[in-house]
């Protein structure tokens, strides 16, 4: 099930107080946890890929009249559509091939028909290029991928079915019918109004840096709070009422809806990093964020859950008691 956690109590907020707690059972000073940010997206112009601008004569222009192809290509001579967004770019290249492809049907002239299927040679060639810059350049998956505004609530308006839906259909494009038309822009807007990747690669390196700051102060605390003789003592018995109230049943049920969506987005992730069309530079951000970022937050719960077993362990305190 989905926890059900208000907007107002984050696991930024659980994690602070869990800090605070135990410092005031311990009579110490509160640890001042550590703020954490996303590294920056890759810059822009180290991801786009260069695709060479096709020309065209005057004479071979006038030629195409018969053709849809004819608006388009003028289209793509005015002003407006030599500033095309990546997604306008891709669905305006998508229309192009489709319309060469009527085109060569249309056309009787052998001389004109050789230089369409030249075009239409050159066209899909460039797509997978398209589609890179598509995926790697937008503004949209910038966002999704690298925005420090948000984290995860382990609720529905964390946005998992439609990010899921967003980066398979986007993922899937390349490889299907080039007829991208509205879907395309509709499929963006879900990432830019759900940015989940960031959000949850955002939580995980919060809940792994404080909480290996929290172990490692919990270590300097262990002469107050160890048992001799199995006997355990009464700052522990508050000790564990917090870790109770707020790590088992708060800050844990938050990491395991982490956890959840890591492996549900895992399968697109592994897609994106293992593409041929896709820059390395895009694939390590990628790969630092979703698999090394998972795997140092997973290490931080282990180390953490860890010191208190071997506490409880030795302090005769059962899994029942907690």
Known sequence: MLLACSKADTIDDHLNEYAKRMANILESEPQQLLQVSLPPYPKITSLQQNIPTTTIKLTDFYGLKHCELYSLVAQRNTVLGRIHLPSTRYIYEAELINALQACLIATTDPQLHSKLTDWLTLKEKQRPKVWANLIQTSHEIKHSFSTNTGLIYGAPSDGLNETKTALNYLIKLL????????????????????????????????????????????????????????????????????????????????????????????????????????????????????????????????????????????????????
């Not at 909480?211 to 522990?236: H, V």
């Not at 697109?268 to 990628?286: A, D, R």
């Not at 140092?296 to 005769?316: D, G, I, P, V």
Request: include cysteine.
């Open 175 to 322: 490889a299907n019918n080039p007829n991208p038309n509205i879907k395309l822009e509709s499929q963006l807007k879900q990432l830019l109004d759900n940015p989940l990747p960031a959000r949850m690669w955002f939580t995980q390196l919060l809940i792994g840096e404080q909480l290996n700051q929290l172990t490692n102060w919990l270590k300097n605390q262990a002469p107050q709070i160890q048992c001799y003789s199995g006997k355990r003592n009464e700052k522990l018995d508050y000790l564990t009422n917090v870790f109770r109230l707020f790590f088992i049943d708060k800050i844990q049920p938050i990491a395991g809806q982490l956890n959840y969506y890591h492996y549900q987005l895992t399968p697109m992730f592994e897609e994106l990093i293992n593409h041929p069309h896709l820059s390395q530079t895009f694939k390590e951000y990628i790969h630092t964020q979703h698999t090394l970022g998972f795997e140092e937050y997973s290490n931080a719960m282990t180390e953490h859950l860890r010191f208190w077993q071997e506490l409880f362990k030795n302090c005769n305190i059962s899994p029942q008691q907690i």
